[in-house]
DNA sequence: ACACTACTGTTATAAATTAAACAGCGTAAA
DNA sequence: TTTACGCTGTTTAATTTATAACAGTAGTGT
């Protein structure tokens, strides 16, 4: 099994790096429904799209199939474990355990990854101090020294819009890399703190539109 | 107060999109706040993207400021309806009333807009016939009819991956127009429909990936 | 009135993303 | 064997999206 090296992934495509995701998802059912190879149009009509995308993603990541008999799926799991997963795990805190921050964590702790929330905050008292979700909850307040007890590296925003502007500053000065945002309220961050703002109303307002 | 009339907005990128939502929910909060007038730098500042880009926005719906006081909030406000909403409101129902359904719901409930959640579907016998989040639970085997009933026209799946797949035929049929699909599983729907595939996990790790 | 400033609306350019075209090669059938 | 087929990997073109450049004009202060 000789492999090239291809040229190194400094910089992929943000769409290609989405898709990534949704491949390697995809191809963990596979894998666990016992099947070892898969086409790239196969792939490509699980999510949509067409063969070509699926191939050309492969391509400028630097994956080779050895066979013609389609990719080999547990090697190309692997290899894009490579380039979307740090080598380390990284740590995860969730921040306002409501009801959407309970329904995410539910649903990592269903997958295995090297992602993990290893901790969440809240103001209320009857969440604070105890496990929630199967992780421990800690007071807003007390955000800085937790996340460096817990080396925190990505923060999950899903408190109410109104409190969450006075998270920012806390949340720089741990030393947090990441930020995934569902608050409604856009949040002036450092620019070297990735920020994805994602709010629910939009998507489903753009599939109202789009559906018309 | 003249208004000529620009080219109808025949087709609108998807981002551009998005973005008018954004904007309008911003907007919304400034008028709450008492503010009439707003320069399209401020727009651009609070959603992290530059006044170029705002105005471009504004230019492709065909929106014209009548002064140089920046643009009028309420205005542009209704403008934006004009192009996103639909002249009815529209009935939206939500598959899977877990804790997700319940955020989403919740929040909902809280913005005025013209999309409603009517209706939600399970199959636990604990929320079945049931207000739930304040709106009525139906067995998901009545679907179609419950559809009929409400006038279904867009539909949130936000239940157990697994579970998705054999929603696909009674959503069809019931004659919806649009789905958000928060499962991990890509569904094959037919091409009249559309879908908006949305998967938190692919979220997150976009921002682990990125933010490295 | 006059020049000056600051903002908008539009056009032009560049960058990112997607789709198409095509060459190479292993496999399988005749 | 050899011919045809189908799938991959790469290059090229087209489309979409974002950035930059610029012209026009209401307001402001002198």
Do not use: W
Not at 9 to 24: A, F, G, H, Q, V
Not at 45 to 68: E, N, Y
Not at 107 to 112: A, E, L, P, Q, S
Not at 193 to 206: C, G, M, N, Q, S
């Amino acid at each position: 099994m000789k492999k090239i090296v291809k040229s190194p992934p400094k910089s992929l495509p943000e769409r290609t790096i989405e898709r990534l995701s949704e491949y390697r998802r995809m191809l963990l059912e596979c894998l666990a429904s016992g099947r070892t190879h898969i086409y790239s149009h196969e792939l490509a009509s699980m999510h949509g799209i067409t063969a070509v995308q699926v191939r050309r993603d492969l391509m400028l990541i630097g994956f080779t199939s050895d066979t013609k008999k389609g990719y080999d799926v547990g090697t190309l799991i692997s290899f894009i474990g490579e380039i979307l997963d740090s080598p380390k795990p990284l740590n995860v805190a969730i921040i306002g355990m409501g009801n959407l921050a309970q329904a995410v964590t539910h649903y990592f702790n269903g997958k295995r990854s090297k992602l993990r929330i290893v901790a969440s905050f809240d103001i209320d008292g009857r969440k604070v101090g105890r496990n929630v979700a199967g992780i421990p909850c800690y007071h807003a307040d007390d955000f800085v020294e937790r996340a460096a007890e817990h080396n925190i590296r990505l923060v999950i925003l899903t408190l109410p819009s109104g409190a969450a502007a006075q998270m920012v500053e806390p949340i720089t000065r741990a030393g947090v890399r990441g930020v995934l945002n569902f608050t409604s309220t856009p949040l002036n961050f450092p620019l070297d703190i990735y920020v994805e703002d994602y709010d629910i109303i939009t998507l489903l307002e753009k599939v109202a539109y789009f559906s018309k």
